[in-house]
């Protein structure tokens, strides 16, 4: 199938699965343009609330979907709030080599969501655009950052920082010698 009868096919068909886990699984995407589609969810409703709890959703492509080799699918979140509106960021990719994937979704680290007060209605908008590998492949690389990594890394270096303002050097170079209950005091 070329990429011109993928497009005709998308936009009459439902090809793509979307849930949160211990959800019902959707698959009532709206085509936008040839290669776009987006599934609209409220909060409440169809999201929990606050949407700050939901950290992970899935995405796969359901079988016999019209995607060529050479193209997969960027999938992209928005929250639309009477207060504050997102911009689309990426959430992840899938690909006829990766047709499904668990996405983090980092919405209890994002600030404009995080500062919504009250159970104000919202919706979250997912957009998925049909790309090709390479451009996947250019996106992803500058969106792989993992924030867990980064959180991991930050307590770690603090602990270590912690643990060396009680060293005194006795034990030498590149020793260390904490009281035994460092971990409690930190």
């Excluded at 504050?84 to 992840?92: D, K, M, V």
């Excluded at 994002?110 to 250019?138: D, F, K, W, Y």
Aim: hydrophobic content about 40%.
């Amino acid at each position: 199938m070329n990429h011109a009868q993928a497009q005709t096919s998308s936009s009459t068909q439902s090809f793509l699965g979307f849930c949160i886990p211990g959800g019902p699984v959707r698959t009532d995407f709206v085509p936008t343009s040839q290669t776009k589609l987006t599934l609209t969810l409220n909060a409440p409703g169809d999201l929990p609330v606050p949407i700050s709890s939901v950290s992970d959703v899935v995405c796969f492509l359901l079988p016999g979907a019209p995607i060529p080799q050479t193209h997969g699918l960027l999938v992209y979140w928005q929250v639309l709030a009477p207060d504050c509106q997102t911009g689309f960021e990426l959430l992840g990719a899938l690909t006829p080599a990766q047709p499904s994937g668990i996405f983090r979704t980092n919405w209890s680290q994002h600030e404009q969501i995080c500062n919504q007060v009250g159970p104000s209605a919202s919706r979250v908008v997912l957009g998925v655009s049909m790309e090709t590998l390479e451009e996947i492949a250019n996106v992803a690389s500058h969106e792989s950052y993992d924030a867990r990594l980064f959180i991991a890394q930050k307590i770690a270096t603090d602990l270590f920082h912690y643990m060396q303002s009680f060293d005194n050097g006795s034990a030498g170079v590149g020793k260390l010698v904490v009281p035994t209950n460092i971990f409690d005091r930190w």
